[in-house]
C-alpha cells in the first residue's frame, strides 16, 4: 500500500479519525511497533494490524474529542504518544497566497520548522515548498530516520505541512521527498532552517527564534536617525574563522569572539564589521560564499542565539554589523537548493541562465514568486532576527548581466534583446526598497561593472542601494603603487582618474579579501622597493584611501601588514605585532580611523563636488598631487598632499584656498608610524603668494612616499559661510522635505504662488 510504502501523496486522506459505516475509524502507521492501541478518556481500544509494515486500525462508535496512541515496539516500553494525523492544517490559505505571488516577505514564519502549541499540544510544525514533488516526509533522529513514518500533507502553492507532536528544539531533520519526474528520490535540508549540524554534517536542528533578550535599544534608537550617507563608515570586513583560531587551531565561538574581536573593532576606531558569509555553508574553501541555508547563521561558531548575542555584544560597544549576503547563486550539494523536488526550482532549467559555469553553481529564477519570497525573507530575517544593520551584497554584476562570464551562443538574450537580467534588476530593487523600510539599515552593492545608478534611488531609476564599492579606484590604485616610483610619472592618471566619476555614485573605497587571495598578493607585498620602502608606500596608500572622497573598507590583517596572501585555513599572523613596522603601521590605520570619524571634512559630503577640490593634479614630473576635502560646512576644510616617490621634495611651492594656518594633522611619514619624520612642522602660515590658481599658497617640505593632511584652522574673525542651498541631492524623502519647507521658508513669494 501507499502509506506502507511511503510514497501516498495525501496521507490525511488514510490516517487519523475518518467516518465510517456505522461509526469511526482511527488509522495510524507505526512501523517497528508489535502493538498499537488507541487511548481514549474512559476506555482504551486495541488496534488490528491491517499491514505488516505498521498500519494500524481501530474502530469506535463515534468521533472522539481527543484521542492518545498506546505503541509498544518489537523492542523498547510501551509509550503514549499523540496522532499527528488527527489535527488540523496549521498555515492559512492567506498565507500560502502572499508566499505563491512572491509577497510574502517573512515566509520563514511560514515554511520551515516552528516549535508551536496546536490544540494545546506542544510541538513542532514543519512546512516545505516543493510543488512537484508526488510525496514528502519529514524523517530524522525522532523516528530513527525512517523515511516511510511521517508523510506530510499537501497544500497550496505546492507547500507539504505537518505538525508533529510532542518534538523539542534540537531534533535533527530532513525532508525525504519523491519526486514526479524519473523516480527522483532524496533527502533534503530545510531550506528555512534556522540551525543546522556543524559541517561535514548536513541535517537541519528545530530552533527557537524566541527567548533570545537583547540589550541594544540605545543603538537602534540611534540608528533610526542616521544617515550614513552622511555619517564616518570605516568597515573591518572579518572572516570569523581566521581572523583568530583558539587553542589546537580550533575556531573561536561567537561568543568568544565577541570578547577577543569587539574590543580590537573599538580600539582601531572602526565604525562597522562586515561579516563574509556567515549563512551556514558546507565547504570552508568557498568562504561562506556557496550558502545552503540562507535562514541559518553557521554552527561552526556556535547556535544562533550564540551569534545574536555577538551582535548584541556589538551594538552595545557603539559597532554596526553587516552581513555579506548571497542572492547571486547556491552550491550543487545534493541536500541543498539544487535539483530540490526533481525539477529546477529555485534555479532556471536552461543552463543557460541557471548555471555558473566559472563557479560551478546555479543561479536564482529570480522572475519565479515563490523565490523571491524565499530570498526577500532572508533579507528580512537577518535584520529582524538578528538586528543586523544591513548588507554587502556579493556579486551583483553576475545577477545583472545574462551573458555574465559566458561566450557567445551560452546566453539567452532578454525578451526585449538585450544582455540584462531584468528578472534580477526587478528583484534588486524591490530588496533595496525592503530593506530601506527599516530606518538606519543601509545596502552595499559589490558590483564591478559600469552599470548605471546602482546607488541611486529606485524612485529615479536606480537599482536602489545606498553604496557601490568602486571596483574601478581599487585596480588603478593597484596598477600604480605596484609600479616602481620611476616610471609613476607615466601612471599618474590611474589615482586621479577616480575623480572623474567619483560623484556618479555612493561609493565605497574597498580593499577586500578579494584582493589579497589567489597570488594577488597582500596589500603590503604590493608593494616595490625594500622593506621600508614597502611600509612606505603602504602608509602612502592607505592615506590617499582615507583622504579620497567615499566610504572606507579594509580586510582583516592589512591594517598591520602580512606579508603572505589570506588563507581561510589559518589564523592571521598576529605574531608580527611583536616588530615595530607591523605595529607602527596597525598604529597609522588606528590614526586615520579616527581622523576619519572625528573630521567633519572627512565624511560628511563624499558624494558631491561640494566636498572636493582639486589643488594640482598634474605635477606629473614630481607624482604629487594635492586637493582639499570639505565638510558641510565649507570652513571645515582639510588640504593633502601627496609626494608618491621616495624622494624629499624641499621648498615646495602650493597653492591653497584660503589665508591662514594650517596645522599638520597626519603625515605618513612621522616616526611614530615608522616613517623618517620629515615635515614642515605642527602649523603653516600661508603667504600672498600666487600659486596653482590661487592668491595664497603653503612652502612645504614634501616627506618621501608620504601623504599629509593639514587642517584649515578658521579665523576667529571670520563670517559664517552663507547657507548652502544645494550642497547635495536629498538621501530621502525627509531630507527632500526639509530642503523645500526650507527654500519657501527663504522664498515668500514662492510659497504663496504654490500655495495659492
Not at 15 to 29: N, Q, S, T
Amino acid at each position: 500500500m501507499a502509506i506502507a510504502g511511503g510514497y501516498h501523496g495525501d496521507p490525511f486522506r488514510v490516517l487519523g479519525p475518518h467516518p465510517v459505516a456505522g461509526g469511526y475509524e482511527i488509522r495510524a502507521f507505526l512501523p517497528g511497533a508489535r502493538e498499537a492501541a488507541v487511548v481514549l478518556l474512559e476506555k482504551t481500544i486495541p488496534m488490528e494490524r491491517r499491514h505488516e509494515n505498521g498500519f494500524f486500525v481501530a474502530n469506535l462508535e463515534r468521533k472522539p474529542d481527543m484521542y492518545l496512541l498506546e505503541v509498544t515496539p518489537w523492542t523498547g516500553e510501551r509509550m503514549l504518544v499523540e496522532d499527528p494525523y488527527r489535527f488540523a492544517p496549521q498555515i492559512s490559505d492567506f498565507d500560502l497566497h502572499l508566499f505563491g505571488e512572491g509577497t510574502n516577505f517573512e515566509s520563514y514564519n511560514l515554511l520551515g520548522s516552528h516549535l508551536v502549541d496546536c490544540e494545546g499540544v506542544p510541538g513542532v510544525r514543519f512546512a516545505v515548498w516543493a510543488p512537484n514533488a508526488e510525496a514528502v516526509l519529514v524523517t530524522g533522529d525522532f523516528n530513527h530516520w525512517d523515511l516511510r513514518s511521517h508523510p506530510m500533507r499537501r497544500r497550496d502553492a505546492g507547500v507539504w505541512e505537518l505538525f508533529i507532536p510532542g518534538l523539542k528544539a534540537g531534533v535533527k531533520y530532513k525532508y525525504y521527498i519523491r519526486s514526479k519526474f524519473a523516480a527522483y528520490r532524496v533527502l533534503k535540508a530545510d531550506p528555512y532552517a534556522f540551525q543546522a549540524e556543524v559541517p561535514p554534517q548536513t541535517a537541519s536542528l528545530v530552533s527557537s527564534l524566541t527567548g533570545y533578550e537583547w540589550q541594544d535599544q540605545d543603538w537602534m534608537e540611534r540608528r533610526s536617525q542616521t544617515n550614513w550617507q552622511q555619517r564616518a563608515l570605516n568597515i573591518y570586513e572579518v572572516h570569523l574563522g581566521s581572523w583568530l583560531l583558539g587553542e589546537r587551531d580550533r575556531h573561536l565561538t561567537y561568543r568568544e569572539l565577541a570578547d577577543r574581536l569587539v574590543p580590537y573593532a573599538l580600539e582601531m576606531n572602526y565604525t562597522h564589521l562586515e561579516l563574509m558569509p556567515i549563512l551556514e555553508h558546507p565547504y570552508d574553501g568557498s568562504w561562506g560564499y556557496q550558502v545552503t541555508g540562507f535562514f541559518a547563521p553557521t554552527s561552526r561558531y556556535g547556535s544562533a542565539d550564540d551569534f545574536r548575542y555577538f551582535v548584541d555584544r556589538c551594538h552595545q560597544a557603539g559597532l554596526g554589523v553587516i552581513l555579506d549576503w548571497v542572492p547571486g547563486h547556491f552550491p550543487r550539494d545534493q541536500h541543498g537548493l539544487h535539483y530540490f523536488d526533481g525539477t529546477f526550482l529555485y534555479e532556471h532549467a536552461d543552463p543557460r541562465r541557471g548555471e555558473h559555469k566559472e563557479w560551478g553553481t546555479m543561479i536564482f529564477n529570480y522572475g519565479r514568486p515563490e523565490v523571491q519570497s524565499f530570498l526577500l525573507s532572508s533579507a528580512m530575517f537577518w535584520l529582524k532576527q538578528f538586528h543586523l544593520d544591513g548588507f554587502r551584497v556579493d556579486a551583483v554584476a553576475s545577477m545583472l548581466y545574462l551573458d555574465y562570464n559566458r561566450k557567445a551562443g551560452e546566453w539567452v538574450a532578454n525578451q526585449y534583446g538585450g544582455r540584462e537580467n531584468v528578472d534580477a534588476i526587478v528583484f534588486l530593487r524591490r530588496f533595496n526598497e525592503l530593506c530601506h523600510t527599516i530606518p538606519g539599515v543601509f545596502t552595499v552593492a559589490e558590483e564591478s561593472t559600469s552599470f548605471p545608478a546602482v546607488s541611486h534611488p529606485t524612485y529615479t531609476g536606480g537599482l536602489g542601494f545606498t553604496f557601490k564599492w568602486n571596483m574601478g579606484w581599487m585596480h588603478d590604485m593597484f596598477d600604480y603603487f605596484k609600479a616602481d616610483p620611476v616610471f609613476r610619472k607615466g601612471l599618474q592618471q590611474k589615482i586621479t582618474f577616480s575623480l572623474m566619476y567619483a560623484f556618479s555614485e555612493n561609493f565605497v573605497l574597498p580593499v577586500s579579501h578579494d584582493e589579497v587571495v589567489h597570488g594577488k598578493a597582500s596589500l603590503l607585498a604590493k608593494m616595490p622597493g625594500d622593506e621600508w620602502q614597502r611600509f612606505a608606500n603602504c602608509r602612502a596608500f592607505l592615506g590617499y584611501m582615507y583622504a579620497h572622497p567615499g566610504k572606507k573598507l579594509l580586510f582583516m590583517g592589512q591594517e598591520f601588514g602580512p606579508y603572505e596572501e589570506w588563507s581561510e585555513s589559518r589564523s592571521l599572523p598576529w605574531n608580527l605585532l611583536q616588530f615595530d613596522h607591523h605595529r607602527q603601521l596597525r598604529e597609522y590605520v588606528k590614526r586615520l580611523n579616527l581622523l576619519v570619524r572625528n573630521e567633519p571634512a572627512l565624511h560628511e559630503v563624499d558624494f558631491h563636488w561640494d566636498g572636493f577640490e582639486w589643488i594640482d593634479l598634474a605635477d606629473v614630473e614630481n607624482s604629487v598631487i594635492s586637493f582639499v576635502r570639505k565638510g558641510a560646512n565649507p570652513d571645515e576644510m582639510i588640504f593633502f598632499i601627496g609626494n608618491f616617490t621616495p624622494v624629499v621634495r624641499h621648498a615646495y611651492r602650493v597653492g591653497v584656498p584660503h589665508p591662514g594656518a594650517y596645522e599638520e594633522i597626519i603625515n605618513s611619514d612621522a616616526l611614530e608610524f615608522g616613517g623618517s619624520g620629515v615635515s614642515t612642522g605642527g602649523v603653516v602660515n600661508s603667504e600672498p603668494v600666487s600659486s596653482h590658481g590661487r592668491a595664497q599658497s603653503l612652502v612645504l617640505t614634501l616627506p618621501p612616499l608620504a601623504v599629509v593632511g593639514y587642517k584649515w584652522r578658521i579665523p576667529p574673525d571670520r563670517p559664517a559661510p552663507p547657507k548652502r542651498k544645494s550642497a547635495d541631492r536629498p538621501r530621502d524623502a525627509s531630507e527632500l522635505i526639509e530642503l523645500v519647507e526650507s527654500e519657501l521658508a527663504e522664498d515668500p513669494e514662492l510659497a504663496y504662488a504654490l500655495t495659492h
